[in-house]
T-cell receptor, first 117, second 108 residues
Framework: DAGVIQSPRHEVTEMGQEVTLRCKPI?????LFWYRQTMMRGLELLIY????????DSGMPEDRFSAKMPNASFSTLKIQPSEPRDSAVYFC???????????????FGPGTRLTVL | GQSLEQPSEVTAVEGAIVQINCTYQTSGFYGLSWYQQHDGGAPTFLSY????GLEETGRFSSFLSRSDSYGYLLLQELQMKDSASYFCAVRNTDKLIFGTGTRLQVFP
């Protein structure tokens, strides 16, 4: 398997623009997680899905952030409008209760480095 | 509230043993995980403890004491490639709450 795939790998945009980050989880995984990593705040869970259904979005910072998972192989995280403080690395991770050496192991994608000017 | 505390940085020399501690205070607890992250890379899973005691995986071991809300990651026979950040993470239902990370620098 190719692992978790994220695109784009780097995104530079201007304040006020809409940003869409994409994630393809590992085939067969039923959990998908979106994280944000910054030096100041560390690795924060934004939202997670189980079987394409959002379970916990308490980490989504504000209404400017939204996430969808229209099917088992694709998820998006959208920021509209973007602000400089959104600059961070955004990771997508997936897991399965059935696969992996440890059922709770999360497999992370390479991340999207977002810079908002 | 929920908090996980780790030392911010640890240094050691090749071949040495280093222990990275993690204390946690969370509203729910299912187990403690450890992840490794190299600069510019993604976190990768190292270990998971659901029960008290020591789990060994090659050069790495992880320990958990639920009564003390404490765990540690033990790295033996350190190699230069072990230089990275190490995160403890509490599993709460289906999600992970990550600590702030410990940066390990291994010197020759």
């Amino acid at each position: 398997d190719a692992g978790v795939i994220q695109s784009p790998r780097h995104e530079v945009t201007e304040m006020g623009q809409e940003v869409t980050l994409r994630c393809k989880p590992i085939s067969g995984h039923d959990y998908l997680f979106w994280y944000r990593q910054t030096m100041m705040r560390g690795l924060e869970l934004l939202i997670y899905f189980n079987n394409n259904v959002p379970i916990d979005d308490s980490g989504m910072p504000e209404d400017r952030f939204s996430a969808k998972m229209p099917n088992a192989s694709f998820s998006t995280l959208k920021i509209q409008p973007s602000e400089p403080r959104d600059s961070a690395v955004y990771f997508c991770a997936s897991s399965s209760v059935l696969q992996g050496a440890f059922y709770n192991e999360q497999f992370f994608g390479p991340g999207t480095r977002l810079t908002v000017l | 509230g929920q908090s996980l505390e780790q030392p911010s940085e640890v240094t050691a020399v090749e071949g040495a043993i280093v222990q990275i501690n993690c204390t946690y205070q969370t509203s729910g607890f299912y187990g403690l995980s450890w992840y490794q992250q190299h600069d510019g890379g993604a976190p990768t899973f190292l270990s998971y403890n659901a029960l008290d005691g020591l789990e060994e995986t090659g050069r790495f071991s992880s320990f958990l004491s639920r009564s003390d809300s404490y765990g540690y990651l033990l790295l033996q026979e350190l190699q230069m490639k072990d230089s990275a950040s190490y995160f403890c993470a509490v599993r709460n239902t289906d999600k992970l709450i990550f600590g702030t990370g410990t940066r390990l620098q291994v010197f020759p």
